[in-house]
């Protein structure tokens, strides 16, 4: 059973346009963390939500945490080649902060 | 660099032999942590060191698997009688209690 659902999978896009990709889950998270992977390197962590309701900016990426903490959303204004890479989400459930669930990732191209 | 380190960063090796890996965490991470990850799926949470103390291990860890962290520093990670099921990238993290977790480059594992 996988507990966090990312869509969409795959994603090719134009340089300068925005995207919104989502991460869903049936289950409560206590804290939810975007990471980014290259090929061949191991993800990099882009920020950490824990309050329901909650918005974090990193430059031109903006991430959301639900109300319910149960999904989220990053969403990239004019994307650029550089953003290119897998796009992790991984939650953390009640007092087992130590163990991250991760969904499969969406796959985004940024095309020059 | 102070990130996390692994060695090595790759390793081939035929079906039935031994292989272990070696994990540096951040200096001062108390906790540790093993995931592995296989092509289109995001990383699975294999087991966690707080300290020297491994405090839980996955269903995905079988007997074949062993990992330690003698002194609370680095760990290792060891496969007996590999199958070509273990092929995999092995991703270590580290963090300090309640922290975010901070990912190496892994370890990507072939098995001829």
């Known amino acids: 059973t996988q507990l966090l659902e990312q869509s969409p999978q795959f994603l090719s896009i134009q340089e300068g346009e925005n995207l919104t990709v989502y991460c869903n889950s049936s289950?409560?998270?206590?804290?939810l963390q975007w990471y980014r992977q290259e090929p061949g390197e191991g993800p990099v962590l882009l920020v950490t939500?824990?309050?329901?309701?909650e918005v974090k900016k990193l430059k031109r990426l903006t991430f959301q945490f639900g109300d319910a903490r149960k999904d989220s959303s990053l969403h990239i204004t004019a994307a650029q080649p550089g953003d290119t890479g897998l796009y992790l989400c991984?939650?953390?459930?009640?007092?087992?902060?130590?163990?991250?669930?991760f969904g499969k990732g969406t796959l985004l191209t940024v095309n020059p | 660099d102070t990130g996390v380190s692994q060695d090595p960063r790759h390793k081939i090796t035929k079906r039935g032999q031994n292989v272990t890996f070696r994990c540096d965490p951040i200096?001062?991470?108390?906790?540790l942590y093993w995931y592995r990850q296989t092509l289109g799926q995001g990383p699975e949470f294999l087991t966690y060191?707080?300290?020297?103390?491994?405090?839980?291990k996955s269903r995905l860890l079988s007997d074949r698997f062993s990992a330690e962290r003698p002194k609370g520093s680095f760990s290792t990670l060891e496969i007996q009688r590999t199958e070509q099921g273990d092929s995999a990238m092995y991703l270590c993290?580290?963090?300090?209690?309640?922290?975010?977790?901070?990912f190496g480059d892994g370890t990507r594992l072939s098995i001829l």
């Open positions: 993290a580290s963090s300090l209690s309640g922290q975010p977790q901070h």
């Open positions: 289950s409560v998270f206590s804290s």
């Open positions: 939500v824990v309050t329901g309701g």
């Open positions: 991984a939650g953390a459930r009640g007092g087992s902060n130590y163990k991250l669930t």
């Open positions: 200096s001062e991470h108390n906790r």
């Open positions: 060191f707080q300290n020297e103390a491994q405090l839980e």
